[in-house]
């Protein structure tokens, strides 16, 4: 039996050493994923980076965080 298992992709978000608005940041973020799964989405859909992206810039801007995506299978 084959089984295809669709790889799943994140992002990596990282803050400075003690950057003082870190846990603001968080709970902005963490925000998205609350609002995202009204909608009966999950983090773990296809589309999520495509539809959070934009969200995710417009506070790397605010926080001044750095971010990947990664790939994980």
Do not use: C
């Not at 609002?35 to 992206?53: A, C, H, L, M, P």
């Amino acid at each position: 039996m084959k089984v295809r298992l669709p790889k799943h992709r994140e992002f990596l978000i990282k803050f400075e050493d003690g950057y003082p608005l870190e846990k603001q940041a968080w709970a902005e973020l963490n925000q998205i994923v609350k609002d995202y799964s009204v909608d009966g989405k999950s983090v773990y859909s296809e589309t999520f980076i495509e539809d959070n992206e934009d969200k995710v810039k417009a506070l790397q801007e605010k926080y001044e965080f750095t971010y990947e995506i990664i790939e994980k299978n």
